[in-house]
């Protein structure tokens, strides 16, 4: 790496370094997905991935969904706020189809 960009294409910048705390994040749960593949076998730790990367993903989309609705307020575009409504309501019966298809977990009340 020479100054801001690679030796190869001269455009891409350099890779940054990650935070020291970033870097503890990640040993840390890497010593956690090596105890549960250890303990509980690689397939337990392939679901409990897959897991996490759906909250993750749930996560990102509804950060997205969020903004999208404030934008859609801010602007006053009532086309948009009804398809964020529909958007929103659908999200609401996917989270309880999921969670009252887990045992042994009570519904969350209802708004």
Request: proline letters at 8%; a positive charge.
């Amino acid at each position: 790496w020479k100054g801001l960009a690679c030796s190869f294409c001269h455009i891409c910048p350099k890779p940054k370094r990650k935070s020291k705390h970033q870097r503890d994040v990640d040993k840390r749960r890497q010593e956690r997905y090596k105890q549960v593949k250890d303990d509980l076998g690689i397939e337990c730790l392939d679901e409990l991935t897959k897991i996490d990367d759906g909250r993750r993903q749930i996560m990102t989309s509804s950060e997205e969904l969020k903004r999208r609705v404030k934008d859609a307020y801010s602007r006053e575009d009532f086309g948009e706020i009804g398809e964020m409504k529909e958007i929103i309501q659908f999200l609401q019966k996917a989270m309880d189809h999921f969670q009252s298809s887990l045992p042994n977990v009570p519904p969350p009340p209802p708004p």
